[in-house]
């Protein structure tokens, strides 16, 4: 029984690594993936279900969003949606914990990136069997696609 | 002391007795291009970003806030330092800015911004008027690089590209109408 789950162990240790450190040995550093540049196309992504904050199809580098100024807010502001065509934030980021309508946004919708964030063409180093609703509810899934 | 002035005012407008009108002449000719050669020097010394972060303010605020910009590090090694941005590059302005920047002398001596909360207290105001003064000379400083007529539009994100083309090349905006806060951090942008 000791042998086996020795045995067990060493498949295991040799088998699985940890994907987002790669095959490194746990007493030295993995090698970090090359970094890329945000997508910046300006094209809307399809939401994987109905209440996904929307992703940014656009570069943030550098954005100050802070308790002086939210650089998101120069162009998804209400007031500046005509000028920049920029998409307005939804009136949910107006209301307070219990429903109530603010004049501005709510602080606790102030921090943009903690809900949406920019998009990277980089192959996911992790796996996922996400399937969007709609294929669930119309029974068309395929198996989800091996990585 | 009054009679002493008076005695050099006198002997100053009284012709020389002494020297000769060839050394007058060529000393003052030569004292003024050495004048003029250290007054030009000692100008530009003022005007190299080692002069501006000799001072901790500088150094340890806006200099610290430039670093991980676009106009500090970027993939190809071009970098705007301090004065390419805050001073005039021509000499009339230089030394109008130079003669403003007499003021910045007065607040480095009284400590004006000497703390981090004086300087993010005093940060609008200051910003303010960088902006008013970049939007007064339709951003020269920006375009001494970014030149409009050199731009290839089609080579911009499709947004940069739209704003581009309707407010900058139109002249309904310049530069700093849209890109503020881009090499420092934005001051309190809801206080009035």
Not at chain 1, 38 to 53: F, W
Request: net charge positive.
């Amino acid at each position: 029984m000791k042998f086996l789950l020795a045995l067990l162990f060493c498949a295991s240790a040799f088998a699985q690594h940890d994907p987002l450190r790669g095959p490194a040995p746990v007493d030295e550093v993995g090698r970090p993936a090359p970094l890329v540049n945000a997508e910046n196309n300006d094209r809307k992504r399809t939401r994987s279900y109905a209440m996904q904050p929307p992703t940014i199809p656009h570069k943030t580098d550098n954005y100050q969003v802070d308790k002086y100024a939210n650089k998101c807010l120069d162009c998804h502001a209400r007031t500046r949606a005509a000028d920049t065509q920029a998409t307005p934030i939804s009136i949910t980021h107006y209301q307070d914990r219990d429903g109530t309508f603010l004049a501005d946004v709510s602080p606790r919708r102030y921090f943009c990136e903690q809900c949406h964030v920019v998009q990277m063409e980089t192959k996911p180093p992790v796996g996922n069997r996400f399937r969007d609703v709609d294929q669930l509810v119309r029974g068309q899934a395929k198996p989800p696609a091996k990585k | 002391m009054r009679n002493l002035l008076r005695r050099y005012w006198r002997a100053l407008w009284r012709p020389s007795a002494y020297y000769s009108l060839g050394f007058l002449t060529i000393g003052g000719f030569v004292a003024g291009v050495v004048f003029w050669g250290a007054f030009n020097t000692a100008l530009e010394a003022t005007n190299t970003e080692k002069f501006c972060i000799t001072c901790h303010v500088m150094r340890d605020n806006v200099y610290q806030e430039i670093q991980p910009t676009i106009h500090f590090t970027n993939r190809s090694g071009v970098r705007a330092k301090c004065p390419d941005c805050h001073v005039p590059k021509d000499w009339t302005h230089k030394i109008a800015r130079k003669m403003q920047a007499s003021k910045e002398v007065w607040g480095y001596i009284f400590r004006t911004i000497h703390t981090r909360e004086k300087f993010l207290a005093k940060r609008k105001e200051l910003a303010e008027r960088e902006w008013a003064r970049m939007k007064a000379n339709d951003s020269l400083e920006c375009r001494n690089c970014h030149d409009l007529d050199s731009m290839d539009f089609t080579r911009q994100s499709q947004r940069a590209r739209n704003e581009h083309s309707r407010e900058l090349q139109t002249g309904q905006k310049t530069c700093i109408d849209c890109h503020k806060g881009i090499a420092h951090r934005l001051p309190d942008m809801a206080r009035q």
